[in-house]
């Protein structure tokens, strides 16, 4: 708000904002939101419009309590017709010049409605959007960025495209005669029902009043009680998203031209989702219909337009096999793919038939991304270099036309990279069947040095290449490994791509060489300050003392009572020769009983953390990062700058029984 605050409407006349509320089974939530109502700052010039939509618990006789106590506060009970039927109920309720709209299971801040109609009126504009935050968990909204301002108006939401998207209008307060004079309706019976209301407004409005101050707190509930959880998994989203498409296209004819490519941003974008997943939630003539029907929308979207608001090419597909009206391709687009080309340094995809020019940009991918998951040696003086890839908009649940490699720049080494088949992704994710690839590396030809990782996709038009990421299994993996012709270990220098360090020789002199390398990265790493530098320079102290190999076991905390534990009893009774220790915390009700055994060290004690330095051997039944780090050490910075340092062999002991990876 602006350091003085402007003159609001005020007058013996009658309100001059009005709340509607619908209220329908919310017993456990209903008092804080009343509560909060109850405390805005200028509820004397409120009405509250409370709609009892057919409650079958307490919330309506709550509802009625509140509205008893207060001349301002109306009620009003009806039939069960849903959110968009009570809120339509609680309109013709309302005297007020103004009028915004608030869920029963969700709260206000306390100046909430005094913010929005203060700038309403301070811009005389059309409708007022103020900040939306969720509890308990905060949530980023793309829209959100607009409100960056503490008051400022918009001439538009060409402005402020991203707008278009926040159509709740629980953020927002609206002209009363506005939303009657253009006989707006939420929709009912259907989802989705505030976009009826707000998008319409958006579109016409010619002063749009923006505030960064929260307006609105929004309630997410656990375990699902939310309408828009599931958006994807109900097929009557598919329906009711369908249906406001239709009502959106309507409008195009009557929005102003500067605006037209909002509302097909808003078209795109919104509807993206459902195009892509809806061969998967839908079967049989209900998904041929739904075709057929959303084909008559996006047939009269430009193809620029699905390009402009599309998130990537796995989305572009749904939009241009309806704008196509092209079924086979909407249902199985993996089969209508003949090749790929590589043009301005980006994948194109091409299909088994001909396409417009501008259809046939929209098969461009915008991500190529590769992740490498292990390296190994893998013969004499190879290492076999294996991971997963994705191209946006490519399924990979048939084996792809494409011909990969992997290069280590700089080094002059490329080498063919073999697909493969991911099996255990399958149950869960079949478009990723044959994202994986494999490929040995000659080392023989290496210099000394550093060689970034990439992955090549090659075309009959040329190349394109990302860099090999790395994943955690990778990192967690990373240790020196020893071949004929050179040492090499895998790092990560940054999250986004990997490099293999080489120096060549296998001999003494070779090792002395990498030793002292390594030696005097930990002291640049420490004098830099670095992430955990410390232990980098405590690891580098006290190496000498570790001639013999330590193996550290552990399970949960505050656990010895799983297959680590048995193990961890075997060596000290039948392997004593071993330097094996138990991690535990003294808390745990199993600690006396280790204790016996000996070699059992508190959790995140000293002994611990120096351990951990050097540990040759880490062997837990569940989640080894989970539960063996050190309490403070970061799980992410320990695998980038600690663990292939350490070159820990990892040992997973199966928790239980399994059958068929259950």
Not at 165 to 170: A, D, L, P, Q, Y
Request: aromatic share 8%.
């Amino acid at each position: 708000m602006p350091e003085t605050a402007p003159t609001l409407p005020h007058g013996d006349e009658g309100p001059q904002v009005a709340l509607v509320i619908p209220v329908y089974d919310v017993e456990q939530y209903l008092d804080e939101c009343l509560a909060s109502v109850e405390r805005q700052s200028i509820f004397d010039r409120m009405q509250v419009v409370l709609v009892d939509d057919g409650s079958t618990d307490s919330s309506g006789a709550m509802a009625e309590a509140f509205a008893a106590r207060y001349p301002n506060v109306d009620f009003v009970r009806q039939a069960n017709r849903g959110l968009g039927g009570a809120r339509n109920r609680g309109l013709e309720e309302v005297r007020a010049p103004f009028v915004g709209f608030l869920d029963s299971d969700d709260r206000l801040p306390e100046r909430a409605l005094e913010t929005l109609l203060g700038i309403i009126v301070e811009h005389d504009a059309d409708v007022a959007i103020g900040m939306l935050q969720t509890f308990p968990e905060p949530t980023p909204y793309a829209w959100a960025q607009h409100l960056a301002e503490q008051s400022q108006v918009l001439a538009g939401i060409e402005h402020a495209e991203e707008l278009v998207h926040g159509t709740s209008v629980c953020n927002k307060l609206f002209r009363t005669d506005d939303l009657r004079a253009r006989g707006l309706r939420f929709g009912e019976g259907v989802h989705f029902e505030d976009a009826y209301v707000s998008l319409p407004i958006l579109l016409a409005a010619d002063r749009i009043a923006l505030t960064s101050e929260v307006v609105y707190d929004y309630r997410q509930r656990a375990g699902g009680g939310s309408i828009m959880n599931g958006l994807w998994t109900r097929p009557a989203n598919y329906w009711d998203h369908l249906q406001l498409e239709e009502f959106a296209l309507e409008l195009r004819g009557t929005v102003p031209g500067r605006r037209r490519p909002v509302l097909d941003l808003f078209l795109v974008r919104s509807f993206q989702g459902f195009a892509l997943r809806a061969p998967e939630a839908l079967d049989g003539e209900e998904l041929r219909a739904f075709f057929d029907r959303a084909s008559g929308v996006y047939r009269a979207i430009p193809p620029e337009a699905v390009h402009r608001g599309s998130r990537d090419a796995n989305h572009r597909f749904g939009l241009l096999a309806l704008q196509l009206g092209d079924w086979d391709l909407f249902v199985d687009r993996g089969a209508a793919i003949r090749a790929v080309e590589a043009h301005d340094g980006r994948v194109r995809m091409l299909l088994d038939r001909p396409l417009p020019d501008l259809a046939q940009a929209l098969l461009t991918a915008d991500r190529f991304t590769a992740h490498v998951e292990s390296v190994e040696v893998d013969g004499e003086d190879h290492l076999r270099v294996t991971g997963r890839f994705s191209v946006d908009g490519l399924p990979l649940d048939e084996r792809p036309p494409l011909t990969l490699h992997v290069r280590a720049r700089s080094s002059g080494v490329t080498s063919s990279a073999e697909l493969t088949l991911r099996h255990e992704v399958t149950a869960n994710v079949p478009g990723d069947t044959w994202s994986g690839f494999t490929c040995r590396l000659p080392m023989g030809e290496m210099d000394s040095g550093e060689y970034p990782l990439r992955l090549v996709l090659e075309t009959p038009t040329g190349e394109v290449t990302t860099a090999l990421r790395p994943t955690p299994g990778a990192l967690a993996a990373a240790r020196t490994l020893q071949l004929a012709s050179c040492l090499t270990v895998l790092r990560a220098p940054g999250r986004l791509h990997t490099v293999l360090q080489v120096t060549r020789g296998a001999d003494d002199r070779a090792r002395r060489t990498w030793r002292l390398r390594h030696l005097r990265e930990d002291v640049t790493h420490a004098l830099r300050l670095r992430p955990l530098w410390r232990q980098r320079l405590v690891r580098a102290l006290t190496g000498v003392a570790f001639r013999s190999p330590v193996w550290l076991l552990g399970e949960r905390r505050d656990t010895a009572q799983d297959n680590s534990a048995v193990l961890f009893e075997h060596l000290r009774t039948h392997r004593p020769d071993i330097r094996a220790y138990y991690l535990l915390d003294r808390s745990s009700p199993h600690y006396a009983r280790l204790k016996a055994l000996g070699r059992v060290l508190p959790h995140s004690g000293l002994r611990h953390r120096l351990l951990m330095l050097h540990a040759a051997v880490l062997v837990n039944s569940y989640d080894i990062n989970a539960y063996m780090l050190p309490r403070g050490w970061d799980k992410a910075l320990y695998l980038q700058h600690l663990a292939w340092r350490i070159g820990s062999r990892r040992v997973f002991l199966q928790h239980g029984v399994s059958y068929n990876h259950v």
